[in-house]
């Protein structure tokens, strides 16, 4: 595995709502500041940097756009000449120009950080490999919140977070490290 000159840092959700207590509890308390070590990095080395703001149709979002909650949180403002995808569903190639921008430039490698590892993060890296894209997943820069699954059982945001990177892993998907990421670079 080897990090490429043009591969693209996909931030996906960095907004202020993801803060809203009424998600829930979460894991990986020091995922921003990893999301922060890969952004500073990737402006540091010129690399590609792609925000994802997630612009909700249902007005009892924390994304909705009517509100606070829809901004980005400041350390993750995008820079003058980094890409903006605006989405409305979690994934971020679903009714965007993501795939088309990527390949226009000769993108074939994606890292995909931010939230929720189960939602927004899950989606993007399904349909990032299902299009041919080399897509790696750093699992500590990523977080979710306790969730119940489909019979009412509670799962704790480790749980959660896991089992969707399980779900990644090996096919759609390779799910590294912030150090692994640096280290290749």
């Known amino acids: 595995m080897e990090l490429k ?21 979460r894991n990986n308390p020091h995922a921003e500041d990893r999301m922060a070590e890969l952004l500073a990095y990737w402006r540091h080395t010129g690399r590609p940097v792609i925000h994802v703001q997630h612009l909700s149709c249902s007005p009892d979002s924390v994304f909705w756009p009517q509100q606070s909650g829809v901004e980005f949180q400041e350390r993750f403002l995008p820079l003058p000449g980094e890409q903006l995808i605006r989405k409305q569903v979690p994934d971020a190639f679903c009714g965007t120009a993501l795939e ?8 074939e490698q994606l890292i995909i950080v931010g939230v929720a590892t189960h939602n927004s993060v ?12 080399e897509t790696w ?3 500590d ?9 489909f019979f009412g059982e509670p799962h704790s945001a480790e749980e959660v977070h896991a089992m969707s990177l399980g779900n990644l ?11 692994e990421i640096l280290k290749k670079g």
Do not use: M, W
């Not at 088309?100 to 993108?107: D, Q, S």
């Open 100 to 107: 088309a921008g990527l390949r226009e430039v000769g993108i």
């Open 5 to 25: 000159t043009n591969a693209a840092l996909i931030l996906i959700d960095q907004q202020k709502g993801i803060h809203h207590p009424k998600l829930g509890r």
């Open 137 to 139: 997943v750093a699992a």
């Open 122 to 133: 899950e989606s993007t890296a399904r349909t990032a490999g299902n299009l041919g894209f």
């Open 169 to 179: 892993h090996g096919e759609y998907a390779t799910v590294v490290t912030t150090a």
């Open 141 to 149: 820069a990523c977080f979710t919140f306790d969730k119940a699954d």
